[in-house]
């Protein structure tokens, strides 16, 4: 049994949001992606270890992670249907509703659906 520390013990370990933008814009090249993920880490309060995203050539999408000393962010995109599926996934005193706000701005989407999930729930386990 790890010993006990004199720390406050959070309801959950984490927050996972998930979005999904549609008719959105600027998300099919690398580059521009990658500027607005980490803007969008820092913008947080997160602090990015690494980047790692793909292109899947002219017109195509782009598929990236963010490693955060906090978790990690990701995107999936599919300029020639008009979205992106994004996830955030922070802990501690990082916002993930603060990296989809900066998202939101830097992709412009007309639809959204935002979800969150609590990760490592200790009530409802």
Not at 32 to 48: E, L, N, R
């Amino acid at each position: 049994m790890p010993p006990k520390r004199d720390l406050e013990v959070p309801h959950f370990l984490g927050r996972h949001v998930l979005a999904e933008f549609w008719e959105c814009s600027n998300v099919d090249n690398p580059a521009t992606v990658q500027t607005a993920m980490v803007a969008a880490a820092k913008v947080a309060g997160a602090t990015v270890l690494n980047a790692n995203l793909h292109h899947f050539g002219e017109g195509m999408g782009v598929t990236g992670v963010l490693i955060l000393a906090e978790s990690h962010m990701s995107i999936h995109s599919w300029p020639e249907y008009g979205y992106a599926a994004i996830d955030v996934f922070v802990c501690g005193k990082a916002d993930p509703h603060k990296a989809i706000d900066s998202l939101r701005h830097a992709f412009s989407p007309k639809r959204e659906v935002i979800t969150e999930h609590t990760r490592g729930d200790q009530f409802h386990g």
